[in-house]
């Protein structure tokens, strides 16, 4: 239980149901893998925690778990064509990871009528033409609802079953979210637009959007979607390795508008708040608002979900965090020393030079290696053993790159870098050769 800071979740959660003019408004925050805090304002049912509202775009999030399970199953690589599994679209040359990242070129919406307040159609109902492959391959970021309406197409292609079936069953309900559906089961809340002018209500529909389901159909309560804010933050119960949930959160492509920015992944929002990086995805269908993002270093999540169309509270969701952060820090677990250890990885620990440049490799409890500049900038990534005797870059800029020690111990090559205990020594190894008359 949050104690200390309860009123002042419960003081701005009420402030922005009220200035938002949300017809209901609940929101929670997720520590230790369950919601430690939960407040529903306006016209809500209880308990507030198991009322379902539309997901929208968080559905995207849940589709990328969907394709990078086949990818970790071999069924299929981040790097083959459309074409592979889904024929015939005009996206048939972009690869599956270009779609995940919303660098695929696709079209934002899918052509005909306005696919999140009419009944939805198939893969090929939607009539797709170049029109609908607005951008070159990798050109750059365009957020597209219909890139990810063909993932959903992808998934149910591989698995040979609906979408619907294999997110139920292979991501939802090994979660435990036992209460989020592709349509709305009761309890759940009426979506509503809100009169811009007036204090004034316009029920809004909704359908099965079929082909672009995938794209932002689910239904969710705050415990499930506090669930899901768990599984962000890491306890992804086997669905996913810890691995793949680290990959999907590395950040491809970038929206930038103005001196605002921010990133994705592999289905995953990456967003800028204060000195921090918030992990999730936010979502809007015709009446309803959701939201869902974690802060790692804190171990602590937060989600909201909503009635209403538009006006809701954007910093809603990092003002509960920067509460929490500010009243309740997260407590870091105790240092404890390795149990055991690799006698070739402790060999590489101490200072290194790449030329003049000082750097430092340590060795985790973990087993994994970090490389890191001393008191200069200097790329900084963590390895991991191969189990070869050579390490690979899992972040930075030697993201993927392998660290090949020296037989003898003195250096080490990292992507064509040469490192040596001393700078530029022993001469005979460093690439091009040094000057003969040494330092003076």
Partial sequence: ?????????????????????????????????????????????????????????????VTAVAVMRLRDEGLLDLDDVLEQHVPGTPFGRRTVGQLLSHMAGAGAESPGEWWERTPGTSLAGLGLSEADRPFAAGRRFHYSNLGFGVLGQLVAAVRNRPWSDVVRDEVLLPLGMTRTTPRPTSPAAQGFAVHPWADLLLPEPEHDAVSMAAAGQLWSTLADLGRFAAFLLGDTADVLTTATLEEMSEPSGAAVEGADWSAYGLGVMVVPSGDRTLLGHSGSMPGFLAGVFVDRLEQTGVVSLSNATSGGDRALLPDLLRIVRDAEPHVVDAWRPATSYDAQALALVGPWYWGPTPVSVTLRADGVLHLEGLGRKASASRF??????????????????????AADGLSFNLATFVFTRTPYAPADVIPGGVDERGWQ
Avoid: C, F
Wanted: net charge positive.
């Fill in 1 to 61: 239980m949050l104690h200390t800071t309860a009123a002042q979740l419960l003081a701005r959660t009420a402030r922005a149901q009220r200035d938002g003019r949300a017809p209901s408004l609940v929101a929670g925050v997720v520590r230790g893998g369950t919601l430690a805090w939960s407040a529903g304002r306006g016209d809500v049912a209880e308990p507030h925690t198991d009322v379902q509202y539309r997901l929208g775009s968080i559905t995207k999030t």
């Fill in 384 to 405: 991991v053993s191969r189990g070869d005797g050579t390490w690979v870059g899992l972040d930075s800029y030697y993201a993927g790159e392998v660290l090949r020690p």
